[in-house]
């Protein structure tokens, strides 16, 4: 039964301070429900500058999400005038939460004697570290919306979450990092060319772990690209890239057109030194200063605390990590581990363009390092040795056009001694198959640098 209260002014209009409706939502499956809930509203009655309406009847649901085994909840909603700024409303209910016995911090969607979430808060939209609002989840929970429809809210008339916000033009996303920050969010940087796969998803995913927020790029960077490269061929599809960010949890997918990143005027370039000069730097001229100078430009720009890049491109992160020291990028760049498809191909945007004896042909790659791999962890030492070991089982496979196998130091890609294949080692190997260039690497012992 719908159950409201007279509604004393005083202490909530006063000075001119202005009045907001909230709706509170309430939830309890530890201990004695009912008197959580009960205890709460009383609690919020008695709080100066909060004056209670009404709260719907309670509502007996199953928990959602994800979480240990737990009882069912008591739900429902209260709908309350306050003069209490946002942040301070939502003190309030986390000491109510403390209150009752629940753990400040408390572990995510474990039992909870009280859960007190904002889920409007007038038509004000807030997105900060402590509070968002609307509740970005209202519109999916029926424990939510059955008991708002009771209260008398008109649910097709109040904002809903769409999922990840599709931005194009710089100043959009720019104003949005500046809100995040000014919010207090930690935000987590993806930056990708697009044609989203499980691997970009894995980054997206750790990224959304650790971070408030999450802003993906998707930007096939020309600077990055050499005369009769795959520039015009390289794999676009934006609608399906939207829906990988959507799944993975990141709040604003950025994908900007060439002249929004680079303006016609646009002249200065990020130069590398020694970290790109080999390997990926000697067969693509000018790629890795293609790199630097899109990063830096899109560090500038989101400003992240922490940008989260594959290790399959393993030259790519000890240039980034570079650049960063260099410059002083405050921004700690993450490396994430390799993503592959069953029969060891590591994933990449590229794959998609084999061709099917091609691809059948490809995880020749990942063959050819884990027996050179085998063979350290057999006790052999010798780098040489090591590399031939790979090459050879490349030489297999006739489809396989090898550009270069090397034996590297791991932390940053600086050549090995001979004998020096102990003190921690990455081996990397490009290839071509037809018409597409693939990379692959892996660790050789346990001391590699994350």
């Not at 530890?30 to 309406?53: F, M, Q, S, W, Y």
């Not at 994800?66 to 942040?87: H, I, M, Y």
């Not at 990840?164 to 919010?183: F, N, P, Y």
């Not at 934006?238 to 002249?267: H, I, K, N, Q, W």
Request: some cysteine; glycine content about 8%; aromatic content about 6%.
């Amino acid at each position: 039964m719908l159950m409201t209260w007279s509604i004393q002014q005083r202490g909530v209009r006063r000075l001119g301070i202005d009045v907001e409706t909230v709706y509170i939502a309430l939830g309890s499956n530890l201990g004695d429900r009912e008197e959580h809930l009960n205890r709460a509203i009383e609690r919020l009655k008695a709080t100066p500058g909060v004056a209670v309406v009404a709260c719907s009847s309670w509502l007996e649901t199953e928990f959602v999400g994800d979480g240990p085994e737990q009882g069912r909840f008591l739900n429902g909603v209260l709908k309350a005038n306050t003069s209490l700024p946002p942040l301070a409303l939502l003190g309030v209910l986390r000491a109510l939460e403390v209150e009752a016995g629940r753990r400040s911090p408390h572990p995510r969607n474990h039992p909870r004697e009280l859960d007190l979430d904002v889920i409007f808060y007038g038509d004000q939209e807030i997105d900060s570290r402590e509070l968002q609002v609307p509740h970005p989840r209202w519109h999916e929970r029926a424990f939510v919306t059955s008991p708002l429809r009771e209260l008398g809210v008109n649910l097709d008339q109040r904002p809903r979450a769409m999922g990840t916000r599709l931005a194009h033009e710089a100043a959009k996303v720019c104003e949005q990092v500046s809100d995040w920050l000014r919010g207090g969010c930690v935000v987590g940087l993806v930056p990708t060319m697009g044609s989203l796969h499980e691997g970009h998803a894995s980054l997206m995913r750790r990224a959304k772990a650790e971070c408030d927020r999450v802003l993906a790029t998707v930007f096939v960077n020309p600077l990055q690209f050499g005369p009769g490269e795959d520039f015009d061929t390289y794999p676009r599809d934006l609608e399906r890239d939207l829906g990988v960010c959507e799944a993975a949890g990141v709040d604003t997918l950025f994908a900007p057109s060439a002249s929004g990143m680079f303006a016609s005027e646009f002249a200065s370039h990020v130069g590398v030194g020694a970290a790109a000069a080999e390997m990926e730097g000697a067969v693509r001229e000018g790629h890795f200063s293609g790199v630097a100078t899109v990063v830096a430009r899109l560090f500038a720009m989101t400003r992240p605390h922490r940008a989260y890049f594959g290790e399959k491109d393993a030259q790519q992160l000890v240039v980034v990590r570079r650049m960063c020291a260099d410059l002083g990028f405050p921004v700690a760049v993450v490396a994430c581990p390799i993503v592959r498809e069953p029969d060891g191909l590591a994933l990449s945007s590229r794959n998609t363009r084999l061709t099917a004896e091609d691809r059948r042909a490809a995880p020749v790659l990942y063959r050819a390092l884990c027996a050179a791999g085998d063979r350290f962890k057999d006790g052999l030492r010798d780098r040489d040795l090591l590399v031939r070991c790979a090459q050879d089982v490349l030489a297999t496979e006739p489809r396989c056009a090898v550009d270069y196998v090397e034996l590297r130091r791991a932390r940053d890609l600086a050549p090995l001694a001979a004998a020096d294949a102990v003190c921690g080692a990455r081996m990397l190997v490009a290839a071509r198959f037809g018409d597409v260039r693939l990379l692959d690497n892996v660790a050789l012992n346990d001391e590699v640098a994350p």
